[in-house]
């Protein structure tokens, strides 16, 4: 039970907050004594001021040439400096079990997104090539990564297909150009260059796409399938859908 004399619910615990006791106290009413204003008698005479301190002396002109001269002549390093070693081994992605070569991909990221390919071969960077095939979809020849790619049940049959080992990742770099100044006679001139596709590209895309547009007048339909883009309608998820 609380004790009305000292205010606590148990000892050292008290029954009224802090603003509680304040107002209880009613120490603000109580009218502060002020201090009495110094007079000019009471002012301290000019000759007790305090005394200046004393300036410590500078470093002397010796002692600095002596600490610079002790940084240039520090040892040079005994041991040479070698790059940190990559431990981490560089190894290929590896395939889906659902990617095997002639599957049809849909492309879900880059410049051709919604499009639909068909799958070549994995290069050793762990890209696929695939082809759309150009006659059919607009999609030459290029390298795609798998994690933006979805793996149809529609394939195929390449079995008369053979892809040339000449299609590697050094195939797809791009070949080195001459810097240009950015004057306005180099892009709007007589002399501006067009950019056009490397020529030999041109024939391989048109070799490749013949085999695989002769095994995809196999399938009916299948030509319109690839030469259409995918895409969802309202209300639908990509992750109920069968593909």
Known sequence: MANSRTNQLVPGVSRLSRSKVFSKR??????????PKKTTSEKKPASEKKPAAEKKPRATTDL???????????????????PKAVRKAQRATPLRKS???????????????????????????????????????????RRVNQAYAIATSTKIDLAGLKVDSKFNDTYFKKEAQPKLKGTEEEFFGE?????????????????????????????????????STFSLSNGQAPHTLKF
Not at 64 to 81: E, F, H, V
Not at 198 to 227: C, G, R, T, W
């Open 26 to 35: 009613a120490a603000y009413k109580i009218a502060k004594e002020s201090k």
């Open 64 to 82: 600095i040439d002596a600490l610079t001269q002790k940084k240039k002549t520090l040892a040079p390093r005994s041991i040479a400096l070698e």
């Open 99 to 141: 990617i095997t070569p002639g599957t049809v991909l849909i492309l879900l990221a880059g410049r051709f997104r919604g499009k639909r390919v068909v799958f070549l071969k994995q290069l050793k960077s762990g890209l696929l090539l695939v082809t759309g095939p150009f006659k059919l979809n607009g999609v030459p020849l």
């Open 191 to 227: 002399n501006a260059k067009k950019k056009e596709h490397p020529a030999h590209k041109i024939a391989d895309q048109k070799v490749v796409d013949e085999k695989v547009i002769a095994a995809v007048a196999k399938v009916p339909y299948l030509a319109s399938y690839l030469a």
